[in-house]
């Protein structure tokens, strides 16, 4: 099976696949002291939940936004599954996707993973939104060219930052909408002001981002763990792609084994 890793500022999110199936997937979060040994004793723990070995490993692939946590990686792959890992900035990578923007090595590896697996899927000109600890908004292009996009504070950071920068603002769990936009209490306020005001921003930047790619037909599809929070509020989200990433880099991983 090939095991992709996507390994995100906040979590890991990791998949194993049977052909091009996704068979296991899991959610941890990201360590970034972690060694390659205390890796291994993550995934092994993982796999013996699902009956698994590391035998059953034929590939790795990584995308990764934590560029210090590269020697880990190899030096799991390499000692404990006795394989080289494909990571996607590789030099010899060819990602066959032309990356117009000013520096393309500035752009993170979820981000290309991202635009690659939703053109292969929709092939037509995209908008993909990734709600992890930043909101990512990447554009591509109706012939396959990734554009650039956009940038923005994630949720997670801004309630940190409301609770943790104001006196009197608690933590709140916003898993749940409130009934309306006027808050009656201060935990109402905060979910309003972050589902509905995060469902707002998404409406306005994805509009201007339109007028921009136009007159191209354009699709939008979101990704990330926050996405299923803030897609009933963002009408203009189309597709839900939770693993859009994994099944990103299994594309990937396909297209440079052949």
């Given at each position: ?10 979590h ?24 390659g040994?205390?890796?291994a004793?993550?995934f ?34 390499r000692?404990?599954i ?23 090595e ?7 993973v ?19 600890t ?9 012939q ?9 504070p ?6 940190d ?23 009656t ?28 790619l ?7 599809v ?36 052949d």
């Amino acid at each position: 099976m090939l095991l992709t890793i996507d390994v995100g500022n906040s979590h890991l999110v990791i998949g194993l696949f049977k052909d091009s199936i996704l068979r296991y997937h899991w959610r941890v979060n990201t360590h970034r002291n972690s060694t390659g040994d205390e890796l291994a004793a993550l995934f092994h723990s993982l796999f013996i939940l699902e009956k698994l070995t590391f035998e059953h490993v034929h590939g790795i692939i990584i995308a990764s936004v934590v560029p210090q946590m590269q020697s880990a990686w190899v030096h799991f792959s390499r000692r404990h599954i006795e394989l080289n890992p494909v990571f996607i900035n590789d030099d010899d990578l060819n990602l066959e996707m032309p990356i117009l923007i000013d520096n393309p090595e500035q752009v993170g590896a979820d981000r290309i993973v991202n635009a690659i697996a939703a053109y292969e899927k929709h092939q037509s000109a995209l908008i993909v939104i990734d709600f992890g600890t930043a909101i990512t908004f990447d554009c591509i292009s109706a012939q396959g060219e990734y554009l650039g996009g956009a940038i923005a504070p994630g949720m997670a950071i801004s309630l940190d930052a409301l609770s943790q920068r104001t006196a009197r603002l608690p933590s709140v769990d916003i898993s749940t909408p409130p009934e309306k936009a006027i808050g009656t209490n201060t935990v109402t306020a905060i979910k309003s002001g972050i589902l509905f005001g995060y469902g707002g921003m998404v409406e306005g930047l994805v509009a201007r981002l339109k007028t921009e790619l136009s007159p191209a037909e354009v699709r939008v599809v979101a990704t990330g763990g926050m996405a299923a929070l803030i897609a009933p509020h963002a009408p203009s989200i189309e597709a839900m792609e939770p693993m859009l990433t994994l099944e990103g880099l299994r594309l990937i991983h396909d297209r440079h084994k052949d």
